[in-house]
């Protein structure tokens, strides 16, 4: 023979071996069986605070090869919430064995304690004709104004969407509807009505102005807030005013009776979005024609 041809026989008899070693591994050791998934329950009630490896709670795996495999479970996914009624979301469940085969388990998961998304606002959305044109709303250290947070992501301000911004025209003086929307991880969904004031910063510089703690409120069906309670003062030509009796005569007060709250569009018992209006009036001593400004209170009943 010639030495190519021992060489090539040799080559056929290593990949021959080779085969064979292949061959005996994949009988002797071949695991083509899943494990197999328990759970004592198959919905499980957790905490929002919770991480998700207590949606694992009671489960258990068993591998017909590699005996118990609970170590090696994972939740694989994690739907929106399912449903109308409750915060319910359907995690998928996944357990490996050795040679990698994927079982496959159902568990429903709701919270103990969801709560809906929770929103403030800093100051009013009103601003002069020009300024602050963009929909998300900053203040002077550029924090946004309109805040939202959730029990579930935390802050979730910076997600918010201004819906609707095209019909506002923050070069002509008035009030403008648009559309707040905002959802979280587990696919929730918050979406109201706001509005935005843009005012002639002429007309306005000598307007009385009702100051407020917050300027937005959320409150349970059929609760009713004392909204004068939020009133902390009255800015009247660039100063802050306290509000106060009439008889007291201290300087620097603005009258009790100048300044009223209308919240005739809220209705209390049903879940909405409304807005109450604070109007400061000041007339002048020497028949000065009377001057009133006003802020808007947002109030989503629950
Ligand atoms: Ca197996």
Redesign the pocket.
């Known amino acids: 023979m010639s030495r190519l041809k021992i060489f090539s026989l040799g080559l056929l008899i290593i990949g021959v071996i080779i085969c064979l070693i292949g061959l005996a591994r994949t009988y002797f050791h071949n695991?083509a069986?899943?494990?197999v998934i328990t759970m004592e329950e198959d919905t499980i009630a957790i905490s929002v605070s919770d991480d998700e490896s207590a949606i694992l709670q009671g489960v258990t795996a068993a591998?017909?090869?590699?005996g118990d495999v609970t170590d090696r479970i994972v939740v694989s996914s994690l739907t929106p919430f399912v449903g109308d009624e409750q915060a319910e979301r359907i995690a998928v469940i996944a357990a490996f064995?050795s040679?990698n085969?994927i079982a496959f388990a159902k568990r429903s998961v709701t919270y103990s304690d969801y709560q809906p998304m929770k929103f403030s606002l800093s100051q009013p959305l009103r601003f002069p004709v020009g300024d602050r044109t963009s929909g998300a709303w900053v203040d002077d250290r550029g924090e946004l104004l309109l805040q939202a947070t959730d029990c579930l992501d935390g802050d979730i301000s910076s997600q918010i969407q201004y819906l609707g911004m095209d019909a506002v025209d923050s070069k002509a003086p008035g009030v403008y509807s648009f559309t707040v929307h905002v959802s979280n991880s587990a696919g929730d969904v918050e979406e109201f009505p706001l509005s935005v004031e843009y005012y002639d910063p002429k007309e306005a510089s000598n307007l009385p102005r009702v100051e407020l703690e917050e300027y937005l409120i959320t409150i349970n069906a059929g609760e009713e807030p004392d909204l004068e309670d939020l009133i902390t003062g009255v800015t009247f030509r660039n100063t802050e005013l306290e509000i106060g009796p009439r008889t007291d005569l201290a300087a620097g007060t603005f009258y009790d009776e100048q300044v009223s709250v209308d919240d005739s569009d809220v209705d209390y018992d049903t879940p909405g979005v409304y807005e109450a209006t604070y109007r400061a009036a000041y007339a002048g001593d020497k028949d000065e024609e009377e001057v009133s400004g006003t802020v808007r209170l947002v109030i989503i009943v629950r």
């Open positions: 695991d069986t899943p494990p591998d017909e090869k590699d064995d040679s085969n």
